[in-house]
């Protein structure tokens, strides 16, 4: 079965740096469009960045204004997500997940969920 999971969450101060991976398995990797999500408390899960199968092509939430930054490595099958100049506004827990498409935007278009990772910015 197909299995995401997320590491390299935690604590920061706002206008630190981290940097989420997302393994996969289960899936032939380098055929699927990825994207890490973010639901923060109280609010509804929204798209961070979305990557298509070949890494050439990607899709940002309109809120990251050039501060994230999606990679993927097809040979390792992992996708991960480097972010900067974090506030605490980006609290949240984010996940990976499976796109039917790249530019897909909504949880509809989810294909598989990770199970989430907690990052907390602290002001």
């Known amino acids: 079965q197909v299995q995401l999971v997320e590491s390299g969450g935690g604590l920061v101060e706002a206008g630190g740096s981290l940097r989420l991976s997302c393994a996969a398995s289960?899936?032939?990797?380098?055929?699927?469009?990825m994207a890490w999500f973010r639901q923060a408390p109280g609010k509804q899960r929204e798209l961070v960045a979305g990557?298509?199968?070949?890494?050439?092509?990607?899709n940002y939430g309109d809120f990251v204004k050039g501060r994230f930054t999606i990679s993927r490595d097809n040979a390792k099958k992992t996708v991960d997500l480097q972010m900067t100049s974090l506030q605490p506004e980006d609290t949240a827990i984010y996940s990976c997940a499976v796109l039917r498409f790249y530019a897909s935007r909504g949880s509809e278009d989810v294909r598989y969920w990770g199970q989430g990772t907690q990052v907390t910015v602290s002001s």
């Open positions: 289960g899936l032939t990797f380098s055929s699927a469009a």
């Open positions: 990557m298509s199968a070949g890494g050439r092509l990607t």
